[in-house]
């Protein structure tokens, strides 16, 4: 009895360590897969999926760690549906991260041979002007040719693009781009955008004393008084404009997209205006969420991955932190632009509900696909005058080369492919090369 027993004793000890062993195997295996993702990912049944859904990210999904180059080669062009829009009307406001998107612009239009509404006689931007209102009567001597147009030939001055500084008059721009053309903007939240506005167009010129003391204090002194230090501005130049700036110190965003300042404090007139924006435009991309609305973006224009990669420009190293309290204050000075910041902050999210049950997976694609990216082109960072700057290793790739690329290098690739006189400017090879 005493040996039966205990020979039961220790087969029982035996299954017991077995199975805790297995328990432990299991477990490692499982630590191992999903550390090797983010924590909101993992994998199953050679599946890539996202935690944020029980779901399979797609096909293309899967296998996003390995073969960076042929991944990006094989999937890069992937679209949800054709053909491409590619008459395309970018409104870029100031100061709200619309450099990077319109740099997305150029590099669409360049890989499409599209044709740009740019400024012949501004060789280093093409810029139109910031107040510039373009409508039929506009000079058309000023632009560029299209694509495949005698110079001259101005009945068929049409674009396919725009991608400066303008500001956003339907009808008059309906004059210059071509039929069934999507209209798309970029805004900010307006406590940020103010501070960028302030430190860019150098508003402090408005206060008496501003030499010694901080952004934060210039901007909290203007604040005190907005009004008065608002009307000193229509003295100041900007340059080599006088009152220019004066624009740009409220509401500039609403200021931007077409409506003036004089109608900013009437919020009836300015909630109707914000329906006829939301009426005209196909997008309006709010950079605090920049993936998601490209996201969106891309799927509405039929674009590929590859449409919509970036690497943010024109991006400043130090930005002066505002206290909740000072951020208040700007937002209730800029009243007008903080009702357009809520109206397309909620009509994005509305877009996203709308995009169907894959969005969150391809959102986290897309994010995993910059990261590659990044990695494949070797992407650097250096900072010159406050300024965040982006390079890649010499010999990268056009891919590489393109997204890389400075925007004024960017802009010039498109001027000369259009016609640009490339004797009416010494071109700062700089600009074309800016790998280490």
């Avoid at 890069?76 to 997305?104: A, E, L, R």
């Avoid at 940020?192 to 501003?210: C, H, M, P, T």
């Avoid at 404009?241 to 007139?269: E, I, K, P, V």
């Amino acid at each position: 009895m005493y040996s039966y027993t205990n020979c039961f004793c220790k087969r029982h000890m035996l299954i017991t360590l077995m199975f805790c062993t297995l328990v432990v195997f299991v477990m490692l295996v499982y630590i191992n897969e999903v550390t090797s993702y983010k924590k909101s990912d993992f994998v199953k049944n050679g599946k890539f999926y996202s935690r944020i859904r029980d779901r399979p990210l797609g096909e293309y999904h899967t296998n996003l760690q390995s073969n960076k180059i042929d991944f990006w080669r094989t999937f890069g062009n992937v679209s949800s549906c054709v053909p491409k829009k590619k008459n395309i009307c970018y409104i870029k406001t100031h100061k709200t991260g619309s450099t990077t998107i319109g740099h997305i612009m150029n590099i669409f239009g360049f890989r499409n041979n599209l044709s740009f509404a740019f400024n012949k006689n501004k060789t280093t931007n093409g810029h139109i002007g910031s107040f510039t209102v373009l409508n039929k009567d506009t000079p058309r001597h000023s632009f560029l040719p299209p694509l495949g147009v005698e110079e001259g030939d101005y009945d068929n001055y049409k674009y396919n693009l725009t991608s400066v500084h303008l500001r956003y008059i339907r009808t008059g721009l309906i004059s210059f781009m071509n039929p069934d053309t999507k209209y798309i903007t970029i805004i900010r939240e307006p406590a940020g955008q103010f501070e960028s506005a302030f430190d860019q167009f150098q508003l402090k010129r408005a206060l008496i004393r501003n030499k010694t003391e901080s952004d934060y204090e210039n901007i909290k002194r203007f604040l005190q008084y907005p009004d008065h230090y608002w009307e000193n501005l229509r003295k100041v130049n900007w340059r080599g404009n006088s009152g220019r700036a004066w624009y740009y110190a409220r509401n500039n965003q609403l200021f931007d997209l077409g409506l003036d300042h004089t109608y900013h404090g009437d919020t009836q007139l300015v909630e109707r205006y914000l329906d006829l924006l939301n009426n005209e435009f196909e997008m309006v991309i709010v950079l605090e969420h920049i993936d998601e609305s490209l996201v969106v973006l891309r799927k509405e224009l039929c674009w590929s991955w590859n449409d919509i990669l970036y690497i943010a420009k024109n991006r400043r190293e130090n930005v002066t932190a505002l206290p909740d309290k000072l951020q208040e204050k700007i937002r209730a000075w800029n009243f007008a632009d903080r009702m357009l910041y809520s109206y397309f902050n909620q009509t994005l999210w509305k877009k996203v509900q709308r995009y169907g049950s894959t969005f969150e997976s391809d959102l986290v694609f897309f994010r995993k696909l910059r990261q590659q990216v990044n990695d494949v082109c070797e992407v650097k960072t250096h900072i010159r005058n406050n300024k965040v700057f982006h390079n890649q290793a010499k010999g990268a790739s056009l891919d590489c080369e393109l997204l890389g690329m400075r925007k004024n290098g960017m802009f010039k690739k498109v001027f000369l492919r259009q016609g640009g006189d490339k004797a009416t400017e010494q071109i700062d090879e700089k600009d074309f090369d800016p790998f280490f």
